[in-house]
T-cell receptor, first 119, second 115 residues
């Protein structure tokens, strides 16, 4: 069975602070994908990143960066110099990439972290 | 135009009523999914379909049914709505092969309230 845990239910920061959102996952699959999605107050889900379990390189995209550590089953997301527009619910998700897996093709989501950035 | 559309976007109904939520996609994807989102629980899979003739139950299918009318259409029905089905419902699609086949593309969501 797959499981994704986002232990931080809510985080509140002041603008320009850096903030890290934690994601820990469990899976028996040897190959899998990890995702982060953003859900702004308007409600839609915005895709941020997909990471293959083969690729443990960290990734940076503007103010966003992701730290994937297979040894600790974590895929943490950092926002540098946060802005009010970053206020949203952030979801981490997991999907197997091997067709033989019982959870093939299905996304398992974490509970989400509510991020509030105050001006 | 949006690639994945959901109708209605908002719906208020009463306990015991039959409700259908519809999802259409123009992405040409084989796979379609229905999720519900509840505060503090993330998104949970209700049903998924890998092609028109393949429909599978997800994590929380009780009280729901689905119909895959065509490759582009996947409907979710609540035969007799109850208040704890009040939630935000998302439809999603994905490819069955290719470079983005593990990425799911989400519709805008349907907010359903059952009184």
């Amino acid at each position: 069975a797959q499981k994704v845990t986002q232990a931080q239910t809510e985080i509140s920061v002041v603008e320009k602070e850096d903030v890290t959102l934690d994601c820990v996952y469990e899976t028996r699959d040897t190959t899998y994908y990890l995702f982060w999605y953003k859900q702004p107050p308007s409600g839609e889900l915005v895709f941020l990143i997909r990471r293959n379990s083969f690729d443990e390189q960290n990734e940076i995209s503007g103010r966003y960066s992701w730290n994937f550590q297979k040894s600790t089953s974590s895929f943490n997301f950092t926002i540098t110099a946060s802005q009010v527009v970053d206020s949203a619910v952030y979801f981490c998700a997991l999907s197997p990439s091997f067709a033989g897996g019982t959870s093939y093709g299905k996304l398992t989501f974490g509970q989400g972290t509510i991020l509030t950035v105050h001006p | 135009d949006a690639d994945v559309t959901q109708t209605p976007r908002n719906r208020i109904t009463k306990t015991g009523k039959r409700i259908m939520l519809e999802c259409s996609q123009t992405k040409g994807h084989d796979r379609m999914y229905w999720y519900r989102q509840d505060p503090g629980l993330g998104l949970r899979l209700i049903y998924y379909s890998f092609d028109v003739k393949d429909i599978n139950k997800g994590e929380i299918s009780d009280g729901y049914s689905v119909s895959r009318q065509a490759q582009a259409k996947f409907s979710l029905s609540l035969e007799s709505a109850i208040p704890n089905q009040t939630a935000l419902y998302f439809c999603a699609t994905s490819e069955s092969s290719g470079g983005t086949y593990n990425e799911q593309f989400f519709g805008p969501g349907t907010r359903l309230t059952v009184l």
